[in-house]
């Protein structure tokens, strides 16, 4: 037992795009890396997902991937909405999240069910 405290300590942010439709909710198909973890190890704590577009009623997954096979972490339920200028695109932030990617061979994921186009940003991260 470390006698110690280890913190992340250097920054990070990733970003990614999805836009593939893939209605698959156990981790196949197409699963595009937003982020890989650090050889050390990364938490994740901040995630913004941005569409760039309308967007149909869907869902919107991320995944943790252990080097073995993506495990779903969470399904954002997405809006029907046609942005204009009075009307924003779809937008989600997932906050305080505390995810860990363990080693290098870790990362984050996600997918869309529906053809629908998104930005996603790590906007809170770290390496230990």
């Not at 006698?3 to 197409?30: E, H, K, Q």
């Not at 204009?84 to 937008?91: I, P, Y």
């Not at 529906?114 to 930005?119: E, G, I, T």
């Amino acid at each position: 037992m470390s006698t110690s405290a280890n913190f992340f300590s250097t920054p990070r942010t990733a970003s990614g795009l999805v836009s593939t439709a893939n209605p698959n909710r156990d981790g196949s198909g197409t699963v595009p890396t937003i982020m890989t973890a650090a050889a050390s190890g990364t938490r994740i704590d901040d995630i913004e997902i941005q569409a760039f577009g309308a967007t149909s009623a869907g869902v919107f997954r991320l995944y943790l991937n252990d080097g073995a096979g993506n495990r779903m972490v969470r399904e954002i339920l997405v809006t029907a909405i046609t942005p204009s200028t009075t009307v924003a695109a779809f937008n989600a932030r997932l906050t305080d999240l505390a995810w860990i990617l363990q080693n290098a061979s870790w990362s984050l994921r996600a997918s869309t069910e529906v053809a629908n186009s998104f930005n996603i940003f790590v906007t809170r991260a770290g390496d230990a």
